[in-house]
């Protein structure tokens, strides 16, 4: 995707890329991987423990449900930051729950909230099927959201999970999942970031000023500026990256005078004892408004056509 009003005519020399797996198989088999050497050098030790009490707690509930867990987001990126992050995760299952299943489910992750409070589990439960058809057309299913257990939502059902699967997630538990079997779908995932791209317009900008009055907090220009930095990463090389590499990205793709906004961004994430580089919050915030403003406008402006709302 070429940028328009940002880039310049100016090309990137380098586009971090997120790490990789190495390509395997998506359909169960008897044997476990736990903890795959490989996979787990990048992944933070309290992502993997939560992921450790998520399957026990699981397997005590519903006993031989859960066949592979799949860490997907910051923690198979090796961006995983204790104060920020939540642990994501894909548990697959060989046949959706049943109602008797579901309370039990419900119950294991109200007991794990309450033990283990942070960093909280996101995620999704899917089938194999699922994994293999894709978000596009596929139910509703299981879900939890900041610990919060759900029997049925579209939580997580997007291209970005499937992508992510493909190209970074650390396996827990199963077979690694970046083989043929794993649904793929480059063109959805650029409909999803653009549309996603329009979402953060209308939250940050629209005439509703809650959200605006979020950017006076140092968490809400950390997702505002590297989110948006993120999507746009994704509309130029369909690659999911993590959000620190998201920053770098924005750092040699965009003109300098919105470095400042993203080395901002970089620091909370990464560096939040640091010194602010801002005087105050509300000069912050205007360069945070102002940056996702000039993001979408390019986005849009690029000749990428969004094609109506995400699929799945």
């Given at each position: 995707?070429?940028?328009?009003?940002?880039?310049?005519?100016?090309?990137?020399?380098?586009?971090?890329?997120?790490?990789?797996?190495?390509?395997?198989?998506?359909?169960?088999?008897?044997?476990?991987?736990?903890?795959?050497?490989?996979?787990?050098?990048?992944?933070?030790?309290?992502?993997?423990?939560?992921?450790?009490?998520?399957?026990?707690?699981?397997?005590?509930?519903?006993?031989?449900?859960?066949?592979?867990?799949?860490?997907?987001?910051?923690?198979?990126?090796?961006?995983?930051?204790?104060?920020?992050?939540?642990?994501?995760?894909?548990?697959?299952?060989?046949?959706?729950?049943?109602?008797?299943?579901?309370?039990?489910?419900?119950?294991?992750?109200?007991?794990?909230?309450?033990?283990?409070?942070?960093?909280?589990?996101?995620?999704?439960?899917?089938?194999?099927?699922?994994?293999?058809?894709?978000?596009?057309?596929?139910?509703?299913?299981?879900?939890?959201?900041?610990?919060?257990?759900?029997?049925?939502?579209?939580?997580?059902?997007?291209?970005?999970?499937?992508?992510?699967?493909?190209?970074?997630?650390?396996?827990?538990?199963?077979?690694?999942?970046?083989?043929?079997?794993?649904?793929?779908?480059?063109?959805?995932?650029?409909?999803?970031?653009?549309?996603?791209?329009?979402?953060?317009?209308?939250?940050?900008?629209?005439?509703?000023?809650?959200?605006?009055?979020?950017?006076?907090?140092?968490?809400?220009?950390?997702?505002?500026?590297?989110?948006?930095?993120?999507?746009?990463?994704?509309?130029?090389?369909?690659?999911?990256?993590?959000?620190?590499?998201?920053?770098?990205?924005?750092?040699?793709?965009?003109?300098?005078?919105w470095h400042r906004v993203i080395d901002e961004a970089l620091r909370i994430r990464r560096e939040p004892a640091a010194a602010c580089l801002y005087e105050t919050?509300?000069?912050?915030?205007?360069?945070?408004?102002?940056?996702?403003?000039?993001?979408?406008?390019d986005a849009r402006a690029s000749g990428t056509d969004g094609g109506g709302p995400p699929p799945g």
């Open positions: 995707m070429r940028t328009a009003a940002l880039r310049r005519g100016a090309s990137p020399t380098r586009v971090p890329e997120a790490p990789r797996t190495n390509p395997g198989t998506c359909s169960p088999r008897s044997s476990e991987q736990l903890h795959e050497p490989v996979e787990t050098m990048i992944t933070h030790p309290l992502a993997l423990g939560v992921a450790d009490a998520h399957l026990a707690a699981v397997d005590t509930a519903v006993p031989d449900f859960v066949e592979a867990l799949y860490l997907v987001g910051s923690a198979a990126m090796g961006d995983f930051r204790p104060s920020l992050s939540d642990v994501d995760f894909v548990a697959v299952t060989q046949a959706r729950p049943g109602n008797g299943e579901l309370v039990a489910l419900a119950e294991a992750h109200a007991r794990l909230a309450l033990e283990r409070p942070t960093p909280a589990l996101d995620g999704i439960y899917l089938t194999w099927d699922d994994l293999r058809d894709g978000p596009v057309g596929i139910p509703d299913g299981p879900c939890v959201q900041r610990g919060r257990f759900f029997a049925s939502g579209c939580h997580d059902r997007h291209p970005l999970t499937w992508s992510v699967l493909g190209t970074s997630a650390v396996t827990v538990r199963g077979p690694l999942c970046a083989g043929t079997g794993l649904w793929r779908g480059a063109a959805h995932l650029e409909r999803w970031a653009l549309a996603g791209v329009d979402e953060c317009r209308g939250r940050w900008l629209g005439t509703d000023t809650a959200d605006e009055a979020t950017l006076l907090a140092a968490d809400g220009v950390e997702r505002a500026v590297l989110g948006m930095c993120r999507l746009h990463y994704i509309l130029a090389t369909r690659v999911v990256p993590s959000k620190s590499d998201a920053g770098l990205y924005g750092l040699i793709t965009f003109p300098p005078e919050p509300g000069e912050r915030r205007r360069d945070a408004l102002a940056f996702v403003r000039a993001v979408a406008d």
